[in-house]
C-alpha cells in the first residue's frame, strides 16, 4: 500500500454507535418517507431542496458554502430528498453531512474536488452508484441505517479507509467481497447487515470477515486479530 494512496488517518468524531456497535444495531430504524399508492408523500409537505438547505445554512452558520471546509445539513424539516446539483457551489468542502433525510440515489457530487467525510446515514439509499464523482478524495463513508442490499459501485473508493454501513441488507458474501477491492480500508462497521447476523449467531463473523478483507484493523468496533498472529504468538 502506497503512502501516497493512503497518506494519514482522517481524525474525526466517530458516529455513536462505534466502539458498542453491537448494543446498537437493534436502535431505531433509518428515517423513512412513507408514500401512499399515488406516490405523494402521506403528511403532504414539501421536500426541502439542497439549495434551501445551504441558504438556511449559511444564514445559521455565518459562513458562505463556497467557502466552507465542513458543512451540515442533516435533519432537515422537511426532508431533502434528492442531492441536485446545487452541491456544485462547495468546491471547499471536506466534509459534508447529508445523514437523517429522506434521499435515495448518491448523485450530483461531481463539484466535491476536496471531500474527504461524506455522512449519509439515516436515509433511503438502496444502491451506491454515483460515488464514482469522489472516488480520488474520499477517505470516510458514514452510510448505516439505509436500505443498501448490494455494494456495486463501492470499488471506485481508492481511498477510503473508514467505512460506517451498518443496519443495511447486504445478505450474501459475493457482495462483502467488493469490499476488498478497497486497498485503505482499515475500519469498518457492518452489524446489523443480515449477514453479519446469522455469522455473529453461529460465532465465526470476525473469523470469516477478516479472512476476506486482510488489511482490516478494526471490524465493529473491535481490534482485527490476524490468525497468523496468533499462530506466531504461539510458537515463539
Not at 423513512?32 to 439549495?51: D, E, Y
Not at 439515516?122 to 448505516?144: C, H, M, P, Q
Request: aromatic share 4%; hydrophobic share 35%; glycine share 6%.
Amino acid at each position: 500500500m502506497s503512502t501516497s494512496a493512503c497518506g494519514s488517518a482522517v481524525q474525526s468524531v466517530q458516529p455513536s454507535h462505534v466502539g458498542t456497535a453491537r448494543a446498537h444495531a437493534v436502535a431505531s430504524p433509518s428515517r423513512q418517507c412513507h408514500s401512499n399508492r399515488s406516490g405523494h408523500q402521506l403528511n403532504m409537505a414539501k421536500a426541502t431542496t439542497v439549495k434551501e438547505a445551504l441558504a438556511k445554512w449559511e444564514e445559521t452558520s455565518g459562513e458562505k458554502a463556497c467557502d466552507a471546509t465542513a458543512v451540515k445539513l442533516y435533519g432537515q424539516v422537511p426532508a431533502i430528498e434528492k442531492i441536485d446539483a446545487s452541491l456544485s457551489t462547495l468546491i471547499n468542502c471536506e466534509k459534508l453531512s447529508l445523514s437523517t433525510n429522506c434521499i435515495e440515489k448518491i448523485t450530483n457530487l461531481n463539484g466535491l474536488k476536496k471531500l474527504r467525510i461524506l455522512s449519509l446515514g439515516r436515509n433511503n439509499i438502496k444502491a451506491l452508484n454515483g460515488l464514482e464523482a469522489v472516488g480520488d478524495t474520499l477517505e470516510e463513508l458514514w452510510i448505516s441505517y439505509n436500505l443498501i442490499e448490494k455494494l456495486k459501485g463501492i470499488q471506485c473508493m481508492k481511498k477510503l479507509k473508514i467505512l460506517y454501513i451498518s443496519n443495511n441488507l447486504v445478505k450474501e458474501w459475493g457482495e462483502f467481497s467488493r469490499l476488498a477491492e478497497l486497498p485503505c480500508l482499515v475500519d469498518m462497521v457492518f452489524v446489523g447487515n443480515p449477514l453479519e447476523e446469522k455469522y455473529s449467531t453461529e460465532g465465526t463473523w470476525m473469523e470469516e470477515a477478516s479472512k476476506r478483507l486482510p488489511n482490516l484493523k478494526k471490524l465493529d468496533g473491535n481490534p482485527v486479530i490476524k490468525q497468523q498472529e496468533d499462530e506466531g504468538e504461539e510458537e515463539s
